[in-house]
């Protein structure tokens, strides 16, 4: 199932995993934001932007310095959640910035006809 993500994200099933993934990624930052891994989770989102491009699509959960100030939903300025093509997300998994079949958590690819990152 996990090989098959990108064709998910892709296909009218989206309409029904986007907003699980949306409900488990707000379960997720809420808890490192009480655990307070801002520096982590800052780390962890600059590698992903370094990966599907050019845009800054990808926040942190705030900062130490500004606690009571939560970042737990990555929208834009009016309230619109970042998304991510097919090839930006193979980009993220390969763990790289090029355009590739395989490499990172698939090294032997993904299997379907969405399989080359952007």
């Known amino acids: 199932m996990l090989s098959q993500a ?20 707000g379960i997720i930052r809420t808890r490192l934001y ?4 801002f520096d982590a989770v800052q780390a962890i989102s600059d590698a992903r932007d370094s ?7 990808d926040q942190g959960i705030g900062t130490a310095t500004r606690r009571f100030r939560a970042h737990l939903v ?7 959640v970042y998304d991510r093509t097919p090839g930006q997300v193979l980009n993220v998994v ?12 698939f090294p032997k690819r993904v299997n379907g006809s ?3 990152s952007s």
Do not use: M, W
């Open 6 to 25: 990108p064709q998910l994200l892709a296909g009218p099933r989206s309409t029904r995993t986007r907003p699980v993934e949306a409900y488990h990624a």
């Open 34 to 37: 009480d655990r307070g891994l």
């Open 51 to 57: 990966l599907d491009g050019k845009r800054n699509i």
């Open 74 to 80: 990555p929208t834009n300025k009016i309230a619109i």
């Open 94 to 105: 390969y763990l790289n910035p090029k355009s590739v079949k395989e490499g990172g958590f």
């Open 114 to 116: 969405l399989n080359k």
